[in-house]
């Protein structure tokens, strides 16, 4: 078990570094491509969308597993260290039921895409939209981990406070 945790706590970062790597590889051949060679590739800026959709969903996992998403901490603060794990049971809570919807809907999203396909290159949507469930679906692992630290009491807390 330990080692499957290890591999899905890793690849939205692996996968994310990579997806950044190949964007701007791609971006600068197109730039090499158009005012070296006078022709760039059309395609391009088709594949670097749905490449950056991809790498925002698999960059907000990563946020999330690192804990550093930011937040209005006014109140929280405020609060009893009792109050807080409450709080954040409650916020964890919400965000999970959150995630279940945008993975829910997200499939439906992708189902509902098979007859939509890009202009240039005919890339059915259904593989664009798929970013959805996929992202929330390790957003949701990220988040149902945090919770059930909190509710265990076993969560720490995050060592990066404005100062």
């Known amino acids: 078990m330990g080692r499957i945790?290890?591999?899905?706590?890793?690849?939205?970062?692996?996968?994310?570094?990579?997806?950044?790597?190949?964007?701007?590889?791609?971006?600068?051949?197109?730039?090499?491509?158009?005012?070296?060679?006078?022709?760039?590739?059309?395609?391009?800026?088709?594949?670097?969308?749905f490449t950056f959709v991809w790498l925002i969903m698999f960059g907000a996992a990563s946020v999330i597993k690192a804990e550093g998403h930011c937040s209005i901490d006014v109140i929280a603060r405020r609060l009893s260290p009792q109050g807080q794990r409450y709080m954040n049971i409650a916020v964890h809570g919400a965000t999970i039921i959150t995630l279940?919807?945008?993975?829910?809907?997200g499939i439906v999203l992708m189902l509902g895409a098979g007859n939509k396909v890009t202009p240039m290159l005919g890339i059915p949507y259904t593989y664009v939209d798929l970013a959805i469930p996929v992202g929330c679906s390790l957003?949701?692992?990220?988040?149902?981990?945090?919770?059930?630290?909190?509710?265990?009491?076993?969560?720490?807390?995050?060592?990066?406070?404005?100062?």
């Open 100 to 105: 279940l919807l945008m993975t829910w809907y």
């Open 139 to 163: 957003m949701l692992i990220y988040y149902v981990r945090l919770f059930w630290l909190d509710l265990t009491g076993k969560s720490q807390q995050c060592k990066l406070e404005e100062q």
């Open 5 to 49: 945790w290890k591999i899905i706590m890793s690849v939205d970062d692996f996968l994310g570094m990579v997806l950044m790597a190949f964007i701007i590889l791609l971006a600068s051949v197109n730039v090499f491509m158009r005012y070296v060679l006078g022709s760039p590739w059309g395609w391009v800026e088709e594949v670097t969308i």
